[in-house]
């Protein structure tokens, strides 16, 4: 008996054995762990999602699903080399409560497409992320892009600029890009430069959804309506003295603007046309957002950006959002329209 257990372990032992290198070969025969541009731990967050969600507002309960796909954008599976046009933005832009042909992404490529342009936008949003994440985009996100060059990328920025630290010049944590914690990061690194890995991964996003579902409410809340209160751009100007925001808010300024200048920089590198649009919540403008807004446009004709002041065009109405920043079904479409009527002069040119 025991010699007949001593000969059932050593076969055991020597099939795992083979087993194991007949993995290890497989990994490092087609595996990523020489590619300097695997995503390693990079967009861990915002790559191959598949989440089943319903979403409802006063009138229809639409199912859907939000998806992000191989390279980290919301969609379907795209090759680089095929974006014609991408936007980038934090959760205004991302948009995941809602289905994708109702966010600002959505409605403005269906814009484009009644008025007979040949041109897709691609939804880059990430929830959280400022002008200082995505500077971090085209450092540690983009650059492993093989062929990416859009033609044209707009940068919807504002909101969450009013809310980063004034000295910040990037951030790859910024909207999670890049996680924070040690053991995650290594372990994200070695998930994602496994071919097997990733390989499971890229199945189980093609074929099964997480499951359950997430439930987004898009009606307006009794609280919201009846605190609703929009400060206009005329409001904001009788309200706030422009010389003493600049002198209070300097060292914002100038970082924002150093920000907004590495977005153009980095934009050209890659042959794309950056179009920067500044946003707005439901509260509109309060003193951080009305200087850092303000100070862009000025900064805008004097670099020669082609920039859309959104926030202070737009007609706001109480419809447009659901919270302090996120908009509704009407409010993304509104916006939609903005941004096309500026951009179509901009894309004929």
């Excluded at 890009?177 to 990061?185: F, S, T």
């Excluded at 500044?278 to 957002?289: D, F, P, Q």
């Excluded at 002041?309 to 996120?326: G, M, Q, R, T």
Aim: net charge positive; proline share 2%; charged share 30%.
């Amino acid at each position: 008996m025991i010699i007949i257990i001593k000969k059932f372990v050593k076969i055991f032992s020597i099939n795992i054995l083979l087993i194991l290198l007949i993995i290890l070969s497989v990994e490092l025969l087609f595996g990523y762990w020489f590619d300097k541009d695997n995503f390693g731990p990079i967009m861990r967050e915002h790559r191959m999602k598949n989440q089943r969600i319903i979403y409802k507002n006063a009138t229809e309960e639409v199912l859907y699903f939000y998806r992000r796909n191989y390279y980290g954008f919301r969609g379907a599976d795209i090759d680089p080399s095929k974006i014609q046009a991408v936007i980038f933005g934090g959760s205004v832009v991302d948009e995941r409560y809602k289905p994708e042909k109702y966010t600002i992404t959505g409605f403005l490529n269906s814009k484009l497409k009644e008025n007979n342009f040949d041109i897709n936008f691609i939804n880059g949003g990430i929830e959280g992320q400022s002008s200082a994440g995505m500077v971090s985009n085209f450092k540690i996100w983009l650059s492993k892009l093989k062929n990416f060059s859009p033609k044209y990328i707009i940068f919807y920025v504002g909101i969450n600029d009013s809310r980063v630290g004034e000295n910040i010049l990037s951030n790859e944590h910024d909207g999670h890009l890049l996680g924070n914690e040690k053991k995650a990061v290594f372990l994200d690194n070695l998930k994602t430069r496994s071919i097997l890995y990733d390989s499971s991964r890229k199945i189980k996003f093609k074929f099964l959804p997480r499951k359950g579902s997430v439930k987004y409410n898009g009606k307006q809340t009794k609280d919201y309506i009846d605190n609703y209160n929009f400060t206009t751009y005329a409001d904001a100007k009788k309200k706030y003295d422009v010389d003493l925001l600049k002198k209070k808010h300097a060292k914002r300024i100038k970082n924002y603007l150093i920000r907004i200048d590495k977005l153009y920089e980095y934009s050209n590198k890659i042959n794309s046309k950056p179009i920067f649009v500044t946003n707005i919540g439901s509260t509109g403008y309060y003193e951080k957002l009305f200087i850092q807004n303000f100070s862009i446009m000025q900064h805008c004709i004097k670099k020669k950006y082609a920039c859309i002041d959104l926030a202070k065009e737009l007609d706001p109405k109480i419809e447009f959002w659901v919270d302090d920043i996120h908009t509704s079904k009407k409010g993304s479409k509104a916006i939609a329209n903005k941004i096309y009527d500026s951009i179509k002069n901009i894309i004929i040119n």
